[in-house]
């Protein structure tokens, strides 16, 4: 993997250590030496049932977890050697979007606020009104959802807000965990193609986390399988739905009824 990737996972583990009503310690193995890189503008889809360790990948590239060994790079730099300067801008640099809308926005604070938030956060010099202006423009709200609350938005409403807040610091990168999965198939298909405009367009590089083939036939460049905490499947889009080799990769394949002409 080279340095010039915008994104390295690099023999990336997380071991979690529980106790159970006995006062047993167990320790579980998230991830297990976890290794991709996404170049800047390119889709990777990091896909595997629930529990396959994905989300907790997720949280490690934010930093929402520390991982117990390897390490994630940002263009060739190691992230947990960042201080913290270094890791403010990260911070902005590296933004997320969520599953679930309904849980991921302040219900106390109007949409105007929830996207400027980033703004505030990062000490933006510009016309915040202008930027917010600009931001629910392009993800395709009109003007006066600036004074709504969350609950006065549909969910198709509520993600976009999130991808707006999102797109407010101008991220290199996003993680996508399970954007789509709260929302029905006509929205979906919306918030597909509104990703992958801003993607061709701001050349964004996206982690795409999740277990629907369709989204990943959709918006994928490249595809990594994951499988009880291991990388078990690594392949271009085109040649993992022609001949997909793991037999997790098959199953997950055939658990789609038809994936051709659904998204």
Known sequence: MSEHEQIIVQDLVKTFTVRNGL?????????????????????VALIGESGSGKTTVGRMILG??????????????????????????????????????????????????????PL?????????????????????LSSDFAARYPYQCSGGQKQRVAIARALAAEPEFIVLDEPLSSLDITVQTQIIALLNSLKSKHRIGYLLITHDLRVVKAMADQVVVMFRGDVVETAGKAEFFACPQHFHSRALMAAVPSIDGLL
């Open 23 to 43: 006062a047993k310690m167990f320790t579980i193995n998230a991830v297990k030496g976890v290794s991709f890189s996404i170049k800047p503008g390119e889709t």
């Open 120 to 140: 505030r956060n990062f000490g933006y010099k510009g016309d915040c009104g202008l930027r917010l202006a600009e931001l629910l423009q392009v993800v395709g």
């Open 64 to 117: 929402l977890l520390g991982p117990s060994s390897g390490e994630v790079k940002y263009k060739g730099q190691a992230v947990q050697s960042f201080r913290r300067d270094k890791l403010r801008s990260y911070h902005k640099a590296v933004q997320a979007v969520f599953q679930d809308p309904y849980s991921s926005l302040n219900s106390k604070m109007r949409v105007g606020e929830i996207i400027t938030e």
